[in-house]
């Protein structure tokens, strides 16, 4: 058997990846308009960074994990096409701001059409409003061209910073297909593939437009977690609650559970508000007004969230960060990725700058997207040193959990910075106490502020 994916991003690398491991009998052929990706993905030095991924790579590579620029010839090759295309938010016309920009999806989808010769699966891996799959049927079978397509959706639930472990050991593998009896041959076909290494039991099946849904309602659901939490942190900060402990309280509940309750200064990535913004278009455009504006309130409490943090900073300091050099260790939008996409760090960073403060960006694997993400800003600047970073600081903010910000000798930094020296920890992830101790003016998200000051 033969596979192609269009589009070696963070989604379809690493899941092409992770199936050339376990399949050996497949060929899996990754293309991408973007050479300098390929060419990347074709080296050690892989285009995105993930623990683990390089290893995996390694393995199938060469082997029957190959990546190449030439997709015309892999679609024709291929039996089963997975379609991993980005579809960002739509920047102009109907739905600007909202709805899902397909342009790159039906590019796909028309290439597919006017190069195969032979009946394919494709595999819809991108996140995509419910019922694309219709479309792109219709766009498939266009014309008069005599080769079958059965369009499944196969959407992927991996996490970045994870994504190998999330591969390897999923909680549950989605494939929508359609009743048909070619839909339900297509739908075994790629069962039978996951079910080379996960167990029957996690590869759970539906009808198209559910495992369509489903993926846009997972993100929906986690990142309503986050905004709820987030919400619960700024009354605990109005009235000496601790949001830790609400959050390990309600987590206790198995109805509850534990996971997506760590409040922060936002959350980001390329899918959560994306998603989100989607749904909720998706719901006005069926007239269901008042879904999409509770929908939508995840994302503003989102967007909240990360300007109250940016308040704190301000009010705290006095009123003012003019020409204050405040040390921001953190860009990526999680730990363990150097991905930036949506992090709250941007809009942090960018108001911050627009204060006039001097801005200091330290991130183990973020800097080179961070100096795209702020390429516009002025005032800015990226050092990878967190010590070299808070020297003469008024501020320290944390925007991202990364393991080693935990470690650092605080003293050390404390003694570096200007005083009072304030840390802001958006992340909740350092000892407060022991940082209240060394000296620092200590602000955290929904606990009350250890400060020297009042
Ligand atoms: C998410 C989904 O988890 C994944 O299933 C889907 O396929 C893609 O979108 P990802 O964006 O990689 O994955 O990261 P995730 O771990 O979900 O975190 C998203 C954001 O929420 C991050 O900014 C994270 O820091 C934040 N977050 C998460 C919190 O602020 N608090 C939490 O308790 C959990
Ligand atoms: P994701 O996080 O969903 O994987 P990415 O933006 O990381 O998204 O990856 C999507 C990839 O798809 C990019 O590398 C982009 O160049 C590629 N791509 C977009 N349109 C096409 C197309 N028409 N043909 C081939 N590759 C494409």
Known sequence: MKICCIGAGYVGGPTMAMIAKKCPEIDVMVVD??????????SDELPIYEPGLLEVVQEARGRNLFFSTDIDEAIRAADVVFVSVNTPTKTFGEGAGRASDLQYWELCARRIKDVSTSDKIIVEKSTLPVRTADAMERVLHAGD???????????????????????ESPDRVLIGGHETESGQVALQTLVDIYASWIPRERILTSNV??????????????????????????????????VAEVAHAIGTDSRIGSKFLK?????????????????????????????????????????FQQNRFVKTILSSMFNTIAGKRIAVLGFAFKADTGDTRESPAISVCKELASEQAQVVISDPK??????????DA????????????????????????????????????????????????????????ALHKIGFEVYSIGKGRLTHLD
């Not at 005599?146 to 959407?155: A, G, I, R």
């Open 145 to 167: 061209k005599q080769v079958h397509f059965e369009v499944l959706s196969n959407p992927e639930f991996l996490a970045e910073g994870t994504a190998i472990s999330d591969l």
């Open 378 to 433: 002025t005032g800015i600047m990226f050092e990878e040193d967190p010590y070299e970073a808070v020297v003469d600081a008024h501020a320290l903010a944390i925007l991202t959990e990364w393991d080693v910000y935990k470690t650092l000798d605080y003293q050390r930094i404390f003694d570096a910075m200007e005083k009072p020296a304030f840390l802001f920890d958006g992340r909740n992830i350092l000892d407060h106490t």
């Open 33 to 42: 308009i973007n050479a300098e990706r390929i060419a990347a993905w074709q």
């Open 263 to 303: 409040a922060s200064v936002g959350f980001g990535g390329s899918c959560f508000k994306k998603d989100i913004l989607n749904l909720a278009y998706l719901c006005e455009t069926y007239g269901l007004h008042e879904a999409a504006a509770y929908w939508q309130q995840v994302v503003d409490m989102n967007e």
């Open 209 to 242: 437009w559910s495992a369509e849904l489903s993926k846009l309602t997972a993100n929906a659901f986690l990142a309503q977690r986050v905004s709820s939490i987030n919400a619960i942190s700024q009354l605990c900060e109005a009235t000496e609650a601790n």
């Open 366 to 375: 973020a800097l080179d997207n961070a100096e795209k993400d702020l390429a």
